[in-house]
């Protein structure tokens, strides 16, 4: 049974850096690339980008500058990087695996809201 | 890029079909088989119903069905059950290895 169990500070301050983590359990971490999604409180789903166990890359183009999404395949964790943070970054971040086709999200984490607030 | 629209809101009653929309351009619904729809009930992570327009994974009831035409998709939910009232969002491949979602609709079972 595939499980992603993700984490990281849910509280930051203006400019500050969010950092999440997310653990795979079962999911064929070398098979996949590894995504970040957010959702606006009350809002829809952006795709902030994924990465796979190579270390390869895709950004959302509106994010780029801000996104740096790595891998520690020997822990098989993947984890995000959001830096100089505003309000319009709270959100509820999730994780969630690829599938075997492109740009499909199978499994999901239970999701992390993120505050900024200062 | 901009978001895939979707209505706002959309109900049907219970046993009925409802059919919902995704309208996106030739540079992502359009040009691609990567659409795929999401179910997310209140509090929850969302869930895969459809993916490659039409095709659903396993476990997804077949009264869930998808198509597209043009530059819209579309999601329908045949036999509507109470447990279908949900947000619903499509997603599509967006070139450039991006993907694009739609604002969500709220599915409402009368």
């Known amino acids: 049974q595939v499980q992603l169990q993700q984490w990281g500070a849910g509280l930051l301050k203006p400019s500050e850096t969010l950092s999440l983590t997310c653990a795979v359990y079962?999911?064929?971490?070398?098979?996949?690339?590894w995504n970040w999604i957010r959702q606006s409180p009350g809002k829809g789903l952006e795709w902030i980008g994924e990465?796979?166990?190579?270390?390869?890359?895709n950004y959302n183009p509106s994010l780029t500058s801000r996104v740096t999404i790595s891998v520690d395949t020997s822990k098989n964790q993947f984890s995000l990087n959001l830096n100089s943070v505003t309000a319009a970054d709270t959100a509820v971040y999730y994780c969630?695996?690829?599938?075997?086709?492109?740009?499909?999200?199978?499994?999901w984490g239970q999701g992390t809201l993120v505050t900024v607030s200062s | 890029q901009s978001a895939l629209t979707q209505p706002p809101s959309a109900s049907g009653s219970r046993g009925q079909s409802v059919t919902i929309s995704c309208t996106g351009t030739?540079?992502?619904?359009?040009?691609?088989?990567?659409v795929s729809w999401y179910q997310q009930h209140p509090g929850k992570a969302p869930k895969l119903m459809i993916y490659?327009?039409?095709k659903r994974p396993s476990g997804v009831p077949d009264r869930f069905s998808g198509s597209r035409s043009g530059n819209t998709a579309s999601l329908t939910v045949s036999g509507l059950q109470a447990e279908d009232e949900a947000d619903y969002y499509c997603?599509?491949?967006?070139?450039?290895?991006?993907?694009?979602f739609g604002g969500g609709t709220k599915l409402t079972v009368l």
């Open positions: 030739s540079s992502d619904i359009g040009g691609y088989d990567y």
């Open positions: 990465i796979n166990h190579n270390g390869r890359t």
């Open positions: 490659e327009i039409n």
């Open positions: 079962d999911g064929s971490f070398s098979n996949y690339f």
């Open positions: 997603s599509s491949y967006a070139g450039s290895n991006s993907l694009l």
């Open positions: 969630a695996r690829g599938g075997d086709t492109p740009m499909i999200l199978t499994y």
